[in-house]
C-alpha cells in the first residue's frame, strides 16, 4: 500500500519519471529495502490505468526516452483519503507471544527464550543508538521508530518474565481441563 | 587496559536482608555500562558502594587500582571530589546556590579560579540545554532542569568516573538523549567511565555493554554473539 501511496505523493510534489521516482523512495523510505525497478514501473501502470497518474511528456535524453508522469485531481483526492485515515490500532501479540505459550504448553521454560529475546532486541537498539548520527534527520526518525517499537516489545518481555508462574499455571490448569 | 573503577567480591546487609551478594564489576576509562535491574535489585546499593558512600560488608572497591573502600571519611570525601561525578535519583543540587553555582561547586572547591570555572560550567549547561535558567536558584527551576544541572555538575571538573542512578528519570525522550549524548562525550573526549543505572533499555542502549543485577547479584548476560 505504501508504495502507490508515496509515488503518488512525489509526483503531486512534481512530475517525474519512473528512475527519478524510484531514488526518492529509496532516499527518504528505503531503509535497507531498496524499491525494485519492476515494482515501480508496474504500480505506475496501475495508478495510471485507474485514472489516478497520467503520462505528461516523453523526456529525450542520452539513454532510452523517459516517459514523465504526474498526478490527476483523483489521485489527489486518493492520497488525501488516504493520509488522513488513521489506520486501526494493530498490536497484535506477535510470535513471540505464540512462542511463550507453546513453550509452556509443551512443558518447557519459557525464561531461557525471552532472555535470548531480550538479547537480540537489546544488541540491535545498541546498534541504532550507534548508529544515531549516521543518516540525515530522516534517517534517525525511522530509527528513533525502531528504537521505540523495541522498547515496547522489551517492556513486554519483562512484564512476561515476571507474570511466567501464574501464565504457565493457568495454561496447565486449562489444558487439563480439556477432553 | 585496566578498569578505572572495580568492585570484587561486594556483599552488604541491612540488618536481614542481603543487598548485594558477591558482586565483581570493573569500568574500563572511557567505557560506558549500564546497570539494569528492577526495583529492589540492589543497583543504587551498588552505586553507593562504588562511590564509597556505604562501606560494604565483604569485597573491596578499587580506584586506579588502589583500595579505596577501608579509607578514612576524609580521604574518601576528597578523593570523591576529585576523581568522581555524581547524578542521584533526587538531585542532590544546594538549594540556597544558583543553577551555575551548583555546577561550578566541583571546580570551586578544588581551587579553580572563579572566571575559568564560570565558563566550563556554562559550557556544559549550553550542552544540557539548561544555560537559560543558570542564574535561577535551584527551587526555581523544574525538576528536570534540576536534573541536567545535576548531570553538568557531575561532568563539570572531567571526573575520572561518573556514577549516575536514572539520570534521566525525570526527562523526556528528546532531553533525555541531550544528557546520554554528555555522557558519551566525556567519555570520548576525557576518557570518563560512566556507570548508568537504569530500568529502561532504551538508556542502557547508550552503554556499551550491561550489568544485570537480580535480587543483589549479578545475572550471567545472554549470549548475542
Known amino acids: ?179 | 587496559m585496566s578498569a578505572v573503577l572495580s568492585g570484587h567480591g561486594l556483599g552488604l546487609a541491612f540488618g536481614p536482608t542481603t543487598v548485594l551478594h558477591d558482586v565483581d564489576i570493573a569500568l574500563d576509562p572511557g567505557e560506558i555500562v549500564a546497570v539494569l535491574g528492577a526495583s529492589g535489585s540492589g543497583k543504587s546499593t551498588l552505586l553507593h558502594v562504588l562511590a564509597g558512600l556505604l562501606r560494604p560488608d565483604a569485597g573491596s572497591v578499587e580506584l586506579d587500582g588502589r583500595r579505596i573502600d577501608h579509607l578514612a571519611d576524609r580521604e574518601r570525601s576528597e578523593l570523591r571530589l576529585r576523581r568522581f561525578g555524581f547524578v542521584f535519583q533526587l538531585g542532590d543540587l544546594v538549594p540556597e546556590l544558583t543553577v551555575v553555582e551548583n555546577v561550578e561547586l566541583p571546580l570551586r572547591l578544588t581551587g579553580v579560579a572563579r572566571r575559568l570555572a564560570r565558563s566550563q560550567a556554562m559550557e556544559i549547561l549550553a550542552d544540557l540545554a539548561v544555560a537559560d535558567v543558570a542564574a535561577r536558584r535551584v527551587n526555581e527551576v523544574s525538576g528536570g532542569q534540576a536534573q541536567r544541572a545535576a548531570v553538568a555538575r557531575a561532568l563539570v571538573h572531567r571526573p575520572a568516573v561518573v556514577l549516575a542512578d536514572e539520570p534521566t528519570g525525570s526527562l523526556d525522550t528528546v532531553t533525555g538523549e541531550l544528557v546520554l549524548e554528555a555522557f558519551v562525550r566525556a567519555a570520548r573526549a576525557v576518557g570518563t567511565a560512566v556507570l548508568l543505572v537504569t530500568h529502561e533499555a532504551r538508556v542502557a542502549s547508550w552503554a556499551s555493554r550491561e550489568v544485570q543485577l537480580r535480587d543483589g547479584c549479578v545475572v550471567a548476560p545472554a549470549t548475542t554473539s
Open chain 1, 1 to 179: 500500500m505504501t508504495v502507490p501511496m508515496a509515488i503518488l505523493a512525489f509526483l503531486e510534489d512534481r512530475p517525474a519519471h519512473g528512475f527519478a521516482l524510484k531514488q526518492r523512495y529509496d532516499g527518504l523510505l528505503g531503509h535497507e529495502r531498496e524499491l525494485k525497478s519492476g515494482q515501480v514501473y508496474s504500480t505506475l501502470a496501475r495508478l495510471e490505468r485507474d485514472g489516478l497518474t497520467r503520462g505528461v511528456e516523453i523526456e529525450r535524453g542520452e539513454g532510452p526516452d523517459r516517459r514523465v508522469y504526474a498526478i490527476t485531481d483523483s489521485g489527489v483526492a486518493e492520497l488525501e483519503h488516504w493520509l488522513r485515515t488513521p489506520h486501526a490500532a494493530n498490536a497484535r501479540p506477535t510470535e513471540l507471544f505464540t512462542k511463550v505459550v507453546l513453550a509452556l504448553v509443551s512443558g518447557r521454560e519459557a525464561g531461557p527464550l525471552l532472555e535470548e529475546q531480550r538479547a537480540v532486541y537489546l544488541k540491535r537498539m545498541r546498534q541504532l543508538t550507534a548508529a544515531r548520527h549516521d543518516g540525515d534527520v530522516v534517517d534517525r526518525l525511522a530509527g528513533d521508530y525502531e528504537i521505540a517499537h523495541l522498547e515496547a516489545d522489551l517492556r513486554w518481555i519483562e512484564l512476561a518474565a515476571a507474570r511466567m508462574s501464574d501464565v504457565a499455571s493457568r495454561i496447565h490448569g486449562r489444558a487439563e481441563g480439556m477432553p
